[in-house]
Protein backbone atom coordinates (compact mmCIF):
# COMPACT_ATOMS: atom_id res chain seq x y z
CA UNK A 1 0.00 0.00 0.00
CA UNK A 2 1.59 3.67 -0.85
CA UNK A 3 2.03 5.55 1.50
CA UNK A 4 -0.14 8.50 2.56
CA UNK A 5 1.48 12.02 1.60
CA UNK A 6 -0.77 13.97 3.82
CA UNK A 7 0.74 12.93 6.84
CA UNK A 8 4.18 14.77 5.93
CA UNK A 9 2.10 17.48 4.82
CA UNK A 10 0.26 17.83 7.88
CA UNK A 11 -3.25 18.01 6.20
CA UNK A 12 -6.03 15.68 5.94
CA UNK A 13 -9.20 14.32 7.50
CA UNK A 14 -10.52 16.78 9.71
CA UNK A 15 -13.74 16.50 11.64
CA UNK A 16 -16.49 19.23 11.08
CA UNK A 17 -19.58 20.11 12.72
CA UNK A 18 -22.47 17.55 13.35
CA UNK A 19 -25.42 19.88 12.60
CA UNK A 20 -26.04 23.37 13.63
CA UNK A 21 -24.37 26.58 12.57
CA UNK A 22 -20.87 27.67 12.99
CA UNK A 23 -20.57 31.26 14.30
CA UNK A 24 -17.95 34.22 12.88
CA UNK A 25 -15.69 33.94 15.98
CA UNK A 26 -16.00 32.00 19.42
CA UNK A 27 -17.37 33.87 22.45
CA UNK A 28 -15.42 33.61 25.70
CA UNK A 29 -17.36 30.65 27.75
CA UNK A 30 -16.76 31.21 31.48
CA UNK A 31 -16.20 28.79 34.06
CA UNK A 32 -16.35 27.91 37.35
CA UNK A 33 -13.47 25.15 38.87
CA UNK A 34 -15.19 22.97 41.76
CA UNK A 35 -11.80 21.48 43.79
CA UNK A 36 -8.24 23.25 44.08
CA UNK A 37 -6.72 20.24 44.81
CA UNK A 38 -3.44 18.97 43.52
CA UNK A 39 -4.27 18.39 39.66
CA UNK A 40 -6.16 22.32 39.65
CA UNK A 41 -3.14 23.82 38.58
CA UNK A 42 -2.17 22.43 35.52
CA UNK A 43 -6.03 23.43 34.26
CA UNK A 44 -6.11 26.91 35.89
CA UNK A 45 -2.14 26.97 33.52
CA UNK A 46 -3.58 25.45 30.67
CA UNK A 47 -6.87 27.04 30.18
CA UNK A 48 -5.17 30.07 29.92
CA UNK A 49 -4.36 28.77 25.68
CA UNK A 50 -7.51 28.86 24.83
CA UNK A 51 -9.19 32.04 24.18
CA UNK A 52 -12.86 30.64 24.15
CA UNK A 53 -12.19 29.71 28.00
CA UNK A 54 -12.23 32.06 31.13
CA UNK A 55 -12.01 30.82 34.73
CA UNK A 56 -13.65 33.59 37.08
CA UNK A 57 -14.31 31.30 40.13
CA UNK A 58 -13.14 28.44 42.18
CA UNK A 59 -14.21 26.97 45.30
CA UNK A 60 -13.36 23.82 47.65
CA UNK A 61 -14.31 22.55 50.57
CA UNK A 62 -10.92 23.70 52.10
CA UNK A 63 -11.70 27.05 51.20
CA UNK A 64 -7.82 28.37 51.83
CA UNK A 65 -6.79 25.95 49.12
CA UNK A 66 -9.63 28.36 47.06
CA UNK A 67 -8.25 31.43 48.39
CA UNK A 68 -4.80 30.25 47.28
CA UNK A 69 -6.33 29.99 43.58
CA UNK A 70 -7.36 33.06 44.18
CA UNK A 71 -4.25 35.14 44.85
CA UNK A 72 -2.63 32.79 41.77
CA UNK A 73 -4.99 33.49 38.94
CA UNK A 74 -7.69 36.21 39.84
CA UNK A 75 -10.39 34.02 39.59
CA UNK A 76 -12.45 34.88 42.63
CA UNK A 77 -12.73 31.64 45.82
CA UNK A 78 -16.52 31.45 46.84
CA UNK A 79 -18.39 28.40 48.47
CA UNK A 80 -20.18 25.29 45.69
CA UNK A 81 -23.38 27.20 46.22
CA UNK A 82 -22.47 30.74 45.38
CA UNK A 83 -20.44 29.14 41.84
CA UNK A 84 -23.64 27.04 41.27
CA UNK A 85 -25.88 30.13 41.82
CA UNK A 86 -23.90 32.69 39.39
CA UNK A 87 -25.92 32.91 36.04
CA UNK A 88 -22.38 33.73 33.92
CA UNK A 89 -20.60 30.65 34.33
CA UNK A 90 -22.02 27.98 31.86
CA UNK A 91 -19.06 24.80 32.19
CA UNK A 92 -18.45 23.92 36.07
CA UNK A 93 -14.96 21.93 35.86
CA UNK A 94 -15.39 19.26 38.85
CA UNK A 95 -11.92 18.75 39.91
CA UNK A 96 -12.79 17.02 43.34
CA UNK A 97 -11.96 13.48 44.16
CA UNK A 98 -13.04 10.30 42.35
CA UNK A 99 -16.00 9.04 44.86
CA UNK A 100 -18.10 12.24 45.02
CA UNK A 101 -17.22 13.18 40.92
CA UNK A 102 -21.11 11.63 40.04
CA UNK A 103 -22.39 14.02 42.78
CA UNK A 104 -21.01 17.22 41.94
CA UNK A 105 -21.68 16.39 38.47
CA UNK A 106 -25.32 15.83 39.18
CA UNK A 107 -25.89 19.28 41.28
CA UNK A 108 -23.87 21.37 38.39
CA UNK A 109 -27.22 19.78 35.64
CA UNK A 110 -29.54 21.01 38.69
CA UNK A 111 -28.12 24.53 38.61
CA UNK A 112 -28.54 24.31 34.94
CA UNK A 113 -24.77 24.47 33.91
CA UNK A 114 -22.63 22.06 31.09
CA UNK A 115 -20.74 19.52 33.69
CA UNK A 116 -17.38 18.41 32.61
CA UNK A 117 -14.99 16.55 35.50
CA UNK A 118 -11.24 14.77 35.95
CA UNK A 119 -11.08 10.89 35.35
CA UNK A 120 -13.01 9.09 35.95
CA UNK A 121 -16.10 9.97 35.00
CA UNK A 122 -17.19 8.05 38.55
CA UNK A 123 -16.75 5.00 40.45
CA UNK A 124 -19.96 3.51 39.94
CA UNK A 125 -22.22 2.80 37.15
CA UNK A 126 -25.35 3.22 38.81
CA UNK A 127 -24.35 6.81 39.81
CA UNK A 128 -22.57 7.50 36.67
CA UNK A 129 -25.98 6.68 34.71
CA UNK A 130 -27.86 8.93 36.94
CA UNK A 131 -25.46 11.56 35.63
CA UNK A 132 -26.31 10.84 31.73
CA UNK A 133 -30.05 10.29 32.36
CA UNK A 134 -30.46 13.72 34.30
CA UNK A 135 -27.86 15.10 31.18
CA UNK A 136 -30.36 13.54 28.80
CA UNK A 137 -33.48 15.28 30.59
CA UNK A 138 -31.99 18.63 30.73
CA UNK A 139 -30.31 18.93 27.60
CA UNK A 140 -26.93 19.83 29.11
CA UNK A 141 -23.69 18.66 28.02
CA UNK A 142 -21.56 16.23 30.38
CA UNK A 143 -17.88 16.08 29.67
CA UNK A 144 -14.83 13.92 31.27
CA UNK A 145 -10.99 13.71 31.38
CA UNK A 146 -8.96 12.31 30.48
CA UNK A 147 -8.12 14.75 27.13
CA UNK A 148 -4.85 13.38 26.49
CA UNK A 149 -5.90 11.30 23.33
CA UNK A 150 -6.77 15.42 21.73
CA UNK A 151 -2.35 15.45 22.28
CA UNK A 152 -0.45 15.81 19.08
CA UNK A 153 1.19 12.22 19.50
CA UNK A 154 -2.10 10.36 19.85
CA UNK A 155 -4.23 11.96 17.31
CA UNK A 156 -0.85 11.22 14.81
CA UNK A 157 -1.53 7.61 16.14
CA UNK A 158 -5.09 7.92 14.90
CA UNK A 159 -4.38 9.16 12.32
CA UNK A 160 -1.95 6.96 10.97
CA UNK A 161 -4.42 3.56 12.12
CA UNK A 162 -6.89 6.07 10.14
CA UNK A 163 -4.96 6.34 6.33
CA UNK A 164 -4.18 2.44 7.05
CA UNK A 165 -0.36 2.42 7.50
CA UNK A 166 -0.70 -0.46 8.83
CA UNK A 167 -3.51 -2.16 7.69
CA UNK A 168 -6.08 -3.98 9.51
CA UNK A 169 -5.89 -3.30 12.99
CA UNK A 170 -6.19 -7.05 14.71
CA UNK A 171 -4.56 -7.18 18.19
CA UNK A 172 -3.34 -4.46 20.10
CA UNK A 173 -1.16 -4.01 24.31
CA UNK A 174 -1.78 -1.45 26.84
CA UNK A 175 0.30 -1.79 29.44
CA UNK A 176 0.88 0.41 32.48
CA UNK A 177 3.14 -1.21 35.16
CA UNK A 178 5.04 0.43 38.02
CA UNK A 179 5.40 -0.26 41.93
CA UNK A 180 2.73 2.69 42.16
CA UNK A 181 3.31 5.90 44.66
CA UNK A 182 3.31 4.18 47.70
CA UNK A 183 5.72 6.49 49.45
CA UNK A 184 3.84 9.77 47.58
CA UNK A 185 2.40 11.84 50.21
CA UNK A 186 -1.04 11.65 49.15
CA UNK A 187 -0.22 7.79 49.23
CA UNK A 188 -3.54 6.30 50.93
CA UNK A 189 -5.56 8.17 48.34
CA UNK A 190 -4.32 5.61 45.41
CA UNK A 191 -4.66 2.71 47.38
CA UNK A 192 -8.47 3.80 48.38
CA UNK A 193 -11.71 3.13 46.57
CA UNK A 194 -12.05 5.37 43.37
CA UNK A 195 -8.36 5.21 42.49
CA UNK A 196 -5.56 2.12 41.82
CA UNK A 197 -4.27 1.50 39.15
CA UNK A 198 -7.23 0.98 37.05
CA UNK A 199 -9.23 3.84 37.74
CA UNK A 200 -6.15 6.32 38.11
CA UNK A 201 -4.25 5.17 35.79
CA UNK A 202 -6.50 3.30 33.27
CA UNK A 203 -8.49 6.15 32.21
CA UNK A 204 -5.77 7.27 30.00
CA UNK A 205 -4.93 3.86 28.41
CA UNK A 206 -8.63 2.64 27.87
CA UNK A 207 -9.68 6.06 26.20
CA UNK A 208 -6.82 6.16 23.82
CA UNK A 209 -7.79 2.45 22.95
CA UNK A 210 -11.70 3.62 22.30
CA UNK A 211 -10.36 6.53 20.48
CA UNK A 212 -8.19 4.22 17.87
CA UNK A 213 -11.04 1.45 17.66
CA UNK A 214 -14.46 2.62 18.66
CA UNK A 215 -16.67 1.11 21.24
CA UNK A 216 -16.11 -2.31 22.79
CA UNK A 217 -18.08 -4.99 23.71
CA UNK A 218 -16.70 -7.23 26.13
CA UNK A 219 -14.46 -7.57 29.01
CA UNK A 220 -12.36 -11.32 30.38
CA UNK A 221 -10.16 -10.70 33.20
CA UNK A 222 -8.45 -11.50 36.42
CA UNK A 223 -7.18 -9.19 39.28
CA UNK A 224 -5.87 -9.76 42.41
CA UNK A 225 -4.37 -7.59 45.14
CA UNK A 226 -0.56 -7.92 46.15
CA UNK A 227 -0.89 -7.30 50.03
CA UNK A 228 -3.65 -5.63 52.32
CA UNK A 229 -0.97 -2.71 53.11
CA UNK A 230 1.38 -0.58 52.26
CA UNK A 231 4.18 1.25 54.24
CA UNK A 232 4.38 5.08 54.89
CA UNK A 233 6.86 6.88 53.22
CA UNK A 234 8.83 9.60 54.41
CA UNK A 235 7.09 12.62 52.20
CA UNK A 236 3.88 11.56 53.85
CA UNK A 237 2.09 14.41 55.52
CA UNK A 238 1.50 14.76 59.19
CA UNK A 239 -1.94 14.02 58.54
CA UNK A 240 -1.79 10.66 57.48
CA UNK A 241 0.79 9.68 59.76
CA UNK A 242 -1.81 10.84 62.47
CA UNK A 243 -4.35 8.76 60.51
CA UNK A 244 -2.63 5.48 60.07
CA UNK A 245 -0.40 5.58 63.69
CA UNK A 246 0.92 3.14 65.66
CA UNK A 247 0.83 0.90 62.15
CA UNK A 248 3.17 3.19 60.35
CA UNK A 249 1.38 2.07 57.41
CA UNK A 250 -2.34 1.81 55.23
CA UNK A 251 -4.54 -0.22 54.02
CA UNK A 252 -4.88 -1.52 49.95
CA UNK A 253 -8.68 -1.28 49.54
CA UNK A 254 -8.35 -1.84 45.84
CA UNK A 255 -6.88 -4.62 43.90
CA UNK A 256 -3.57 -3.81 42.26
CA UNK A 257 -2.67 -5.62 39.60
CA UNK A 258 -4.96 -6.12 36.48
CA UNK A 259 -5.06 -8.02 33.25
CA UNK A 260 -7.70 -8.81 30.54
CA UNK A 261 -9.07 -8.79 27.24
CA UNK A 262 -11.17 -6.11 25.92
CA UNK A 263 -12.62 -7.27 22.99
CA UNK A 264 -13.60 -4.37 20.79
CA UNK A 265 -17.21 -4.06 18.53
CA UNK A 266 -14.45 -3.75 15.63
CA UNK A 267 -13.09 -6.82 15.98
CA UNK A 268 -9.66 -5.91 17.55
CA UNK A 269 -8.69 -7.83 20.79
CA UNK A 270 -6.60 -5.30 22.90
CA UNK A 271 -4.41 -6.95 25.85
CA UNK A 272 -4.34 -4.54 28.67
CA UNK A 273 -2.57 -4.67 31.79
CA UNK A 274 -2.45 -2.23 34.91
CA UNK A 275 -0.28 -2.52 37.78
CA UNK A 276 1.14 -1.24 41.18
CA UNK A 277 3.02 -4.51 41.35
CA UNK A 278 5.87 -4.24 39.32
CA UNK A 279 9.03 -2.64 40.26
CA UNK A 280 10.20 -2.22 36.62
CA UNK A 281 9.27 -3.52 33.40
CA UNK A 282 10.22 -3.08 29.41
CA UNK A 283 6.93 -2.56 27.54
CA UNK A 284 5.94 0.24 25.62
CA UNK A 285 2.53 1.76 26.57
CA UNK A 286 0.23 1.31 23.46
CA UNK A 287 1.11 -1.62 20.46
CA UNK A 288 -1.10 -1.78 18.07
CA UNK A 289 -0.77 -4.82 15.43
CA UNK A 290 -2.27 -5.17 12.09
CA UNK A 291 -2.83 -6.98 8.59
CA UNK A 292 0.36 -4.52 7.13
CA UNK A 293 2.83 -3.80 9.85
CA UNK A 294 2.87 -2.60 13.59
CA UNK A 295 2.74 0.95 15.34
CA UNK A 296 3.89 2.21 18.64
CA UNK A 297 1.72 4.36 20.69
CA UNK A 298 3.09 7.02 23.13
CA UNK A 299 2.05 7.12 26.94
CA UNK A 300 -1.69 7.80 26.40
CA UNK A 301 -0.65 10.38 30.16
CA UNK A 302 1.51 12.80 27.97
CA UNK A 303 0.30 15.03 24.98
CA UNK A 304 3.20 14.31 23.01
CA UNK A 305 5.07 11.23 20.66
CA UNK A 306 6.98 9.58 20.24
CA UNK A 307 4.92 7.59 17.41
CA UNK A 308 6.51 5.08 15.57
CA UNK A 309 6.26 2.07 12.99
CA UNK A 310 7.49 -0.58 11.44
CA UNK A 311 5.93 -1.57 8.06
CA UNK A 312 5.51 -5.45 6.65
CA UNK A 313 8.88 -4.73 4.27
CA UNK A 314 10.74 -2.58 6.88
CA UNK A 315 13.86 -3.36 8.42
CA UNK A 316 13.91 -1.12 11.09
CA UNK A 317 11.72 0.99 13.41
CA UNK A 318 10.82 4.63 11.79
CA UNK A 319 9.46 7.97 13.72
CA UNK A 320 6.62 8.99 12.31
CA UNK A 321 6.71 13.01 12.33
CA UNK A 322 4.06 14.55 14.51
CA UNK A 323 0.59 15.97 12.58
CA UNK A 324 -0.81 17.88 15.55
CA UNK A 325 0.48 20.39 17.66
CA UNK A 326 -0.66 20.01 21.33
CA UNK A 327 2.71 18.20 22.22
CA UNK A 328 3.08 19.63 25.54
CA UNK A 329 1.18 19.33 28.81
CA UNK A 330 -2.76 21.16 27.25
CA UNK A 331 -4.89 19.68 30.15
CA UNK A 332 -8.29 21.67 29.51
CA UNK A 333 -8.35 21.28 25.48
CA UNK A 334 -11.12 18.95 26.03
CA UNK A 335 -13.01 21.77 28.14
CA UNK A 336 -12.09 23.79 25.32
CA UNK A 337 -13.69 21.79 23.02
CA UNK A 338 -16.48 21.39 24.89
CA UNK A 339 -16.75 25.27 24.87
CA UNK A 340 -16.50 25.86 20.93
CA UNK A 341 -19.15 22.67 20.55
CA UNK A 342 -21.55 24.23 22.28
CA UNK A 343 -21.22 27.11 19.94
CA UNK A 344 -21.14 25.21 16.64
CA UNK A 345 -23.66 22.34 17.55
CA UNK A 346 -21.47 19.30 16.81
CA UNK A 347 -20.60 16.86 19.58
CA UNK A 348 -17.90 17.02 21.82
CA UNK A 349 -14.69 15.10 21.51
CA UNK A 350 -14.39 14.40 25.40
CA UNK A 351 -18.05 13.21 26.07
CA UNK A 352 -20.05 11.83 28.87
CA UNK A 353 -21.01 9.03 26.61
CA UNK A 354 -17.19 8.26 26.01
CA UNK A 355 -16.06 8.60 29.96
CA UNK A 356 -19.32 6.41 31.09
CA UNK A 357 -18.51 3.77 28.68
CA UNK A 358 -14.44 3.96 29.58
CA UNK A 359 -15.63 3.85 33.32
CA UNK A 360 -17.97 0.23 32.10
CA UNK A 361 -14.77 -1.35 30.44
CA UNK A 362 -12.68 -0.25 33.49
CA UNK A 363 -15.37 -1.77 35.75
CA UNK A 364 -15.51 -4.77 34.33
CA UNK A 365 -12.01 -6.39 34.87
CA UNK A 366 -12.39 -6.52 38.40
CA UNK A 367 -16.28 -8.11 37.50
CA UNK A 368 -15.11 -10.41 35.18
CA UNK A 369 -12.50 -11.53 37.53
CA UNK A 370 -14.99 -12.15 40.47
CA UNK A 371 -17.41 -13.91 38.41
CA UNK A 372 -14.83 -15.98 36.67
CA UNK A 373 -16.45 -14.98 33.13
CA UNK A 374 -16.59 -12.67 30.47
CA UNK A 375 -18.56 -9.68 30.84
CA UNK A 376 -20.83 -8.14 28.21
CA UNK A 377 -20.82 -4.30 28.27
CA UNK A 378 -24.26 -2.58 28.14
CA UNK A 379 -22.98 0.67 27.14
CA UNK A 380 -21.65 2.13 23.69
CA UNK A 381 -20.69 5.17 22.51
CA UNK A 382 -19.58 7.25 19.16
CA UNK A 383 -16.07 7.04 18.58
CA UNK A 384 -14.62 10.70 18.60
CA UNK A 385 -13.95 12.85 15.49
CA UNK A 386 -10.10 13.40 15.32
CA UNK A 387 -9.22 16.74 15.46
CA UNK A 388 -8.54 18.94 11.96
CA UNK A 389 -4.65 19.31 10.93
CA UNK A 390 -3.54 23.10 11.08
CA UNK A 391 -4.79 24.18 13.76
CA UNK A 392 -2.90 27.17 15.32
CA UNK A 393 -2.11 27.37 19.02
CA UNK A 394 -5.49 27.94 20.96
CA UNK A 395 -7.72 26.42 18.36
CA UNK A 396 -9.62 23.30 18.37
CA UNK A 397 -11.32 24.30 15.59
CA UNK A 398 -11.29 26.01 12.08
CA UNK A 399 -13.78 28.41 11.45
CA UNK A 400 -15.57 29.43 8.23
Known amino acids: MARKSALAAGRGTGAGARGGRKPAKFRTTRVGIVGCGMISDAYF ?8 LEVVACSDIIPERAQAKEALYGCKA ?4 E ?25 TLRAGKHAYSEKPFGVDAGDAAKVMALARKTGLRVGCAPDTFLGGGLQTARKLLDDGWIGQPIAATAMVLGRGPEKWGQAPFFYDYGAGPMLDLGPYYTTA ?6 PARRVTAFTKKGSEFRTLGAEVGETYRRQYKPFDRYPVKVTTHLTGVIEFACG ?3 TVITSFEAFAHNHPPIEIYGSEGTLLAPDPNTFGGPVRLLRRD ?12 YTENSRSIGVADMACAMQTG ?4 CSGDLANHVLEIMLAFDKSSQRGEA ?17 EPGEVEKLG
Open 45 to 52: KASKKFNM
Open 78 to 81: MSNG
Open 83 to 107: LFARDDIEIVLNLTPPQVHSAIALD
Open 209 to 214: LVNFFG
Open 268 to 270: VLA
Open 314 to 325: DRKWVDAPLAYG
Open 346 to 349: RAHR
Open 375 to 391: VKLTTTCERPAPLPTGL
